[in-house]
């Protein structure tokens, strides 16, 4: 790589965090999270691209710019195996794209406890909903997408949108999304019931970290309750390809329509107007 295409490199990255900085960033609880008073906090971010050892959630908004009408919305989870939460790629990247097709979006920080997540994620859900006003958010179009971890994250707060305790007012709103969106995850341990939103899964057959099984397992339970499921699976594409398009052989032409196939069947949920 030469000088001039390093200092292209670090320009884009210099920029695009420097509009992430912009958006507005929403502490998702009044006071410290429940269960971190008296905790340290050793929450470190590695090259603003991912962050370990979550000590207070938060969502960082990226609304749809131009929307008159009530857009429909998605909460971001990403990945990064309940040990980080990679905030860049699999969140803010996700968060543009969406945009792009008239979708308010919302990357949240939570929590790597997986119990601690879960109330994150039914936290968001509920306050989200509960100021879709603020947002021009249509309270009936708020979904979520998740990749690996995050993915299993999604699927755990649709299975467990009941099970929670109450902090306060906002969490008598319901966290329920009203479809879910999961990305490459094993799913392990969520169990499908007939309320289970409609859902939108994706996964490669060569994936190493997060096997594809998992994926039809939830698809067949979905397929036993009657929830509506659409899944793609593609031969190739391995794990955490995202949005991305320079990972090399891991990545082919074919997975990459995933987002593509994923506006369609958004279209097809009447979540998106069609063209």
């Known amino acids: 790589?030469?000088?001039?295409?390093?200092?292209?490199?670090?320009?884009?990255?210099?920029?695009?965090?420097?509009?992430?900085?912009?958006?507005?960033?929403?502490?998702?609880?009044?006071?410290?999270?429940?269960?971190?008073?008296?905790?340290?906090?050793?929450?470190?971010?590695?090259?603003?691209r991912s962050v370990t050892n979550v000590y207070q959630p938060d969502l960082?908004?990226?609304?749809?710019?131009?929307?008159?009408?009530?857009?429909?919305?998605?909460?971001?989870?990403?990945g990064g195996g309940y040990n980080q939460v990679v905030m860049a790629k699999e969140g803010y990247k996700i968060a543009e794209w969406l945009n792009e097709h008239g979708i308010t979006a919302f990357v949240l920080k939570y929590r790597l406890n997986?119990?601690?997540?879960?109330?994150?994620?039914?936290?968001?859900?509920?306050?989200?909903?509960?100021?879709?006003?603020?947002?021009?958010?249509?309270?009936n179009k708020i979904g979520v997408i998740g990749f690996s971890a995050g993915a299993h994250l999604a699927g755990n707060l649709s299975a467990n949108y009941l099970t929670r305790a109450y902090y306060d007012p906002i969490d008598t709103v319901s966290s329920r999304p009203d479809f879910m969106i999961g990305v490459y995850s094993s799913y392990q341990g969520i169990k499908c019931h007939e309320n289970f939103p409609p859902?939108?899964?994706?996964?490669?057959?060569?994936?190493?970290?997060?096997?594809?099984?998992?994926?039809?397992e939830l698809y067949l339970g979905l397929l036993a309750n009657k929830v509506p499921a659409e899944m793609h699976i593609y031969?190739?594409?391995?794990?955490?390809?995202?949005l991305e398009t320079n990972k090399g052989e891991a990545i082919t032409s074919t997975v990459m329509d995933w987002s593509d196939r994923c506006i369609e069947w958004l279209k097809l949920r009447g979540i998106l107007k069609m063209d």
């Not at 994150?120 to 006003?133: E, F, G, H, K, V």
């Not at 859902?199 to 039809?216: I, M, R, S």
């Open 199 to 216: 859902t939108f899964l994706v996964h490669a057959g060569n994936d190493l970290k997060a096997p594809v099984q998992g994926c039809v």
């Open 114 to 139: 997986r119990d601690a997540a879960l109330r994150d994620a039914q936290r968001a859900m509920s306050l989200i909903r509960s100021d879709a006003a603020k947002y021009n958010i249509d309270r």
């Open 1 to 48: 790589m030469s000088t001039k295409q390093l200092c292209y490199i670090i320009l884009f990255f210099t920029v695009s965090f420097s509009l992430k900085a912009q958006n507005e960033v929403i502490k998702i609880w009044p006071k410290l999270a429940p269960g971190t008073e008296g905790m340290e906090n050793n929450e470190q971010w590695r090259d603003k």
């Open 60 to 78: 960082t908004v990226f609304l749809a710019n131009g929307q008159t009408e009530l857009t429909p919305a998605v909460i971001i989870f990403p």
């Open 235 to 242: 031969e190739h594409g391995g794990h955490g390809f995202a």
